[in-house]
């Protein structure tokens, strides 16, 4: 499998940084040595710091020779891959740091740190981290990193806070929380790339709360820190987008008698079908793990609820679709069989795109065939909206404050969206796009 820490490897090597210049369109590379084998992670923040020099024996390599390496590992055509989706992403650029003993690939996807730079925090950027599997493939592994740090930045900007977007995805065996190398290694790596963070797809969220007591507190939204989990928050300001997402269509945020089919019941779909149950809706609810379908309906007894097998959920003849799993679900294809009214989730990336112009060419489809969509970026806001109150207030962190954000912000964006969008005949998505590119490029 194609490796961008396989001239790491082969080289002893410990850190890569890709970098892309908006300005000169060119991709700079740096690679260095920065400790060796026996350093004890563990000991993070007590014998060593962010910025120790960790071994008298370092290496820095320039552009030229990190590409030299490349080329002798027969991977030059794969760095242009990856310098592809940098460019067209407009990405700052990732960092990456290989822990060779567990074989831990870290990747930290940085996209514009803008929004960030005045703020007085040490986190110029936010954005959850992530584990991918070994046996995922790397570049889907990139690709899925990059989009994700790129809908940071309009996260951050569509809920009014002071940080650029980023994404860790980090490519590894499943986590050990009791082994404090591997969790040193891993708050070493995200306090050098000054992101504020909390666990996302296939992370605990106890790993924050480890994190906190023992290493850093740029991890966010443990079980035990004031606020809790985002994933109930999260499916909050979904709820209250898609009721006035239906007044749009409708004209009525009265969801009665409407059919809603939620794909994924995990952190957030859970408690995004809890939202839709407060009203007398058809829910129709689906999980790659059916037992959990199976708990749910039980737990409802005298509600209508029906499972439906993970492949159907996109045909189902339903008023609207909730993905909350994975993104990456809508291509052309798949929108050709859609048979709903609106596809409004919670879901990062639904679109399967590596840019924004694939993403407004994908929304043009759904638009045609009269189907309501709205990139998540917008409305799927306040996971990060959490992530702020407990980064920025810690102990006062709020919950009644973080609602009332909430409440105050992520309707009337969604209501303001749908309606420009239509008075200028674009989709949502290109009209968030527009809003949105003239604070990050002055377009
Ligand atoms: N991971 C969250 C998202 O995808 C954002 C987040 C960032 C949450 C930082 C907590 C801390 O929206």
């Known amino acids: 499998m194609n490796s961008i820490f396989e001239p790491l490897k082969k080289a002893g090597l410990t ?10 369109d060119r991709c700079t590379l740096f690679a260095a040595k920065e400790w060796t084998e026996d350093l004890d992670f563990s000991r993070y923040n007590v ?45 700052f650029g990732m960092d990456c740091y290989y822990y060779q003993k567990y074989d831990i690939r870290f990747m930290g996807n940085l996209h514009s740190r803008k929004l960030g730079i005045h703020n007085k925090y040490h986190a110029t950027l936010a954005g959850g981290i992530r584990r991918h599997d070994l046996s995922d493939e790397e570049l889907d592994v990139i690709v899925d990193g990059l989009n994700l740090s790129r809908a940071m930045s309009y996260k951050n900007i569509a809920a009014n806070l002071p940080f650029g977007g980023s994404k860790t995805t980090v490519h590894m065996a499943p986590l050990d929380m009791s082994n404090m190398d591997v969790m040193g290694f891993l708050a070493f790596a995200i306090d050098r790339i000054r992101t504020m963070t909390g666990p996302d797809m296939n992370f605990p969220t106890e790993m924050a709360d480890i994190m906190n007591e023992h290493f850093s507190q ?6 035990s820190s004031p ?71 039980v737990d409802h007894p005298d509600r209508d609820i029906q499972y439906i097998p993970p492949d159907d959920i996109l045909t189902a003849p339903v008023d609207i679709i909730c993905p909350c799993a994975m993104g990456g679900i809508l291509d052309e294809q798949t929108i050709s069989r859609l048979k709903c009214k609106m596809v409004f989730g919670a879901a990062n990336n639904q679109l399967k795109a590596i840019n924004p112009q694939e993403e407004i060419a994908l929304s043009k ?12 970026w917008w409305h799927n806001i306040a996971g990060v909206l959490s992530g702020a109150e407990a980064y920025i207030h810690g102990a006062e962190a709020s ?31 290109e009209c968030m796009y527009r809003t949105c590119d003239r604070i990050l490029y002055g377009e």
């Not at 759904?366 to 709205?374: C, H, S």
């Not at 969604?414 to 420009?420: C, Q």
Request: net charge neutral; glycine share 8%.
């Open 47 to 91: 014998d060593f710091f962010t910025e120790s020099l960790l071994t008298p024996d370092s290496v820095f390599l320039p552009d030229a020779a990190v590409r030299k390496l490349f080329a002798g590992c027969g991977l030059s055509d794969y760095l242009e891959k990856v310098e592809h989706l940098l460019r067209a992403g407009r990405h």
């Open 15 to 24: 850190t890569l940084k890709l970098r892309y210049d908006m300005r000169t």
């Open 227 to 297: 606020l809790g989990e985002s994933g109930k928050p999260t499916a909050y300001g979904v709820y209250l987008a898609m009721k006035e997402a239906s007044r749009f269509v409708w004209g009525t945020d009265d969801l009665s008698g409407r059919s809603v089919a939620v794909q994924g019941l995990g952190a957030v779909g859970r408690y995004m079908a809890d939202y839709l149950l407060k009203e007398p809706v058809k829910l129709i609810i689906t999980d790659i793990d059916e037992s959990r379908v199976k708990q749910y309906i």
């Open 218 to 223: 740029q991890f966010t939204n443990g079980p």
């Open 365 to 376: 489809i759904l638009a045609e065939k009269g189907i309501l969509y709205q990139e998540s």
């Open 399 to 429: 919950l009644d404050r973080l609602y009332k954000t909430i409440e105050d912000t992520v309707p009337q964006k969604t209501r303001e969206n749908l309606e420009k969008a239509k008075a200028l005949g674009i989709t949502p998505t």
